[in-house]
């Protein structure tokens, strides 16, 4: 255990970039009004929405960039005089100070050719490898994009309608929190002021006032944003000294938004429609990288029969804060899949490793993947203290060991030759209807 003026020193520093870091919210200064998706295609989608510098300038932003920025460069020199260059703890601090340093750049840079380039040192570009693999993240969103487009999903089709309204959704998702959570530590509000249909921050989920949910929907809201972004927050507010590992730096997001995904999969939440525009989105950062303009995207996804909506939404979500004509676009999206697929190989290497106790340091906060083996010495010396809120199956490590025990071992096996014994097989059935059925299902857009 360090010494008590080293934990106050921590704690201190710690404290005041909660504080400071408290008005910088990328996604509300960078959000477009919900009237423009109905401009937009009353134009037959052929004409740039009327968003450049001076619309981002009129949006004033809740801080000061020059002030905060600087009160960031004194306390980054202060992490390294209190704590040492050498301290580990005081590293991953310093990271992150840093992290919200290039997001205020970010944010003073909208609408403008820069805010590209200070998205990608924050986020990554969708032709980034996978840690430990060739392949790009384009090439991995396009591979799963024609996965979760074959002909079965067309068989899957369930009676999930969009019958819940937003007051609805506030009194289940409630009730879900609250037997999850401490009863009354999580609020459920709706808000006009959101343009995704929820959204959670803090220890609070927003539900927009407009939306209509399915079942399915709810099952999704409750543990990618409850369980995960929320139940994360409020882990690391229970630190005693890093309280800096309740805030969520851009550093974490593709951990945040990778684990809500798997925990999304290992629910069985999940469906190919809302797997499809996770996927989706990887393929429109990088055509609007590439230089491809707002109405370019939105074609794209437009000519390959997704609707007029959705089309919409996701190239909206790409191009929010950058330049409409492309190369410069807001790049946060490839972290769904980036972070699906790095947890996964974490989870994987961390039971191949033998130390599979370190998996339930994923929910201990807002942490990046390369935190977790300080992170869980300091737990082993009593500075980290563990995850208060944590799911069933990372409670007990059995059932998720053989999942991916399992996983691991046919991942040896030649899937090509499997597929290709069975599909004589199937050849021989008859043409058969959906399952269950052609009605429609919901799927809510988070951010």
């Not at 989608?45 to 905060?68: E, S």
């Not at 899957?156 to 929190?177: C, G, K, T, W």
């Not at 401490?182 to 921050?201: F, L, M």
């Not at 399952?435 to 919901?442: I, T």
Request: aromatic share 10%.
């Amino acid at each position: 255990m360090k010494n008590q003026a080293y934990l106050e020193r921590l704690q201190a520093l710690s404290t005041r970039l909660v504080a400071l870091q408290r008005p910088i919210r990328i996604l509300d200064a960078i959000k477009w009004p919900a009237e423009l998706e109905t401009e937009f295609r009353a134009k037959g989608g052929r004409v740039l929405p009327p968003i450049d510098a001076d619309f981002y300038q009129r949006q004033k932003l809740a801080f000061d960039p020059d002030i905060v920025h600087q009160e960031l460069k004194d306390l980054k020199n202060d992490v390294r005089r209190q704590l040492g260059r050498g301290d580990a703890l005081g590293h991953i601090l310093k990271d992150t100070i840093e992290q919200y340093q290039i997001v205020v750049e970010l944010l003073r840079h909208r609408g403008q050719p820069q805010f590209g380039y200070f998205s990608r040192l924050l986020y990554g570009s969708a032709q980034d490898k996978i840690r430990g693999d060739r392949k790009t993240l384009r090439q991995l969103g396009e591979r799963l994009c024609h996965v979760f487009s074959l002909p079965a999903v067309d068989h899957l089709n369930r009676p999930y309608s969009n019958h819940i309204n937003a007051e609805q959704a506030v009194d289940i998702l409630l009730q879900r929190m609250n037997n999850y959570f401490s009863p009354g530590e999580v609020r459920v509000q709706i808000s006009d002021d959101i343009v995704s249909d929820a959204s959670a921050g803090g220890d609070c989920i927003k539900i927009n006032r407009r939306a209509h949910f399915s079942e399915l929907d709810l099952q999704v809201l409750e543990v990618h944003e409850g369980w995960v972004h929320i139940g994360t927050t409020l882990n690391g507010r229970q630190q005693p000294w890093a309280t800096w590992l309740s805030v969520g730096s851009p550093r974490i997001t593709a951990i945040q938004e990778g684990m809500a995904v798997l925990l999304e999969t290992l629910t069985f939440s999940s469906f190919p429609q809302r797997a499809r525009r996770i996927s989706d989105r990887v393929v429109a950062v990088d055509l609007a990288e590439q230089g491809a303009d707002f109405c370019e995207v939105y074609r794209y996804f437009l000519e390959r029969g997704i609707s007029e909506h959705d089309s919409y939404r996701v190239t909206q979500r790409v191009f929010r804060g950058g330049t409409l004509t492309g190369g410069s676009v807001f790049t946060k999206d490839i972290s769904y899949v980036k972070g699906f697929v790095e947890n996964v190989n974490f989870i994987r290497s961390a039971i191949q490793s033998g130390v599979p106790e370190i998996i339930p340091m994923l929910f201990v906060g807002k942490v990046t993947l390369d935190d977790l083996p300080l992170l869980y010495e300091r737990y082993l010396e009593g500075v980290i203290t563990g995850p208060k809120y944590l799911p069933s199956m990372f409670k007990d490590l059995n059932g998720l060991y053989v999942w991916f025990g399992f996983s691991s071992g046919m991942s040896v096996m030649n899937i090509a030759r499997v597929q290709q014994h069975f599909s004589k097989l199937f050849h021989k059935l008859p043409e058969t209807a959906p399952l269950y059925g052609n009605s429609v299902k919901g799927d809510a857009e988070l951010d």
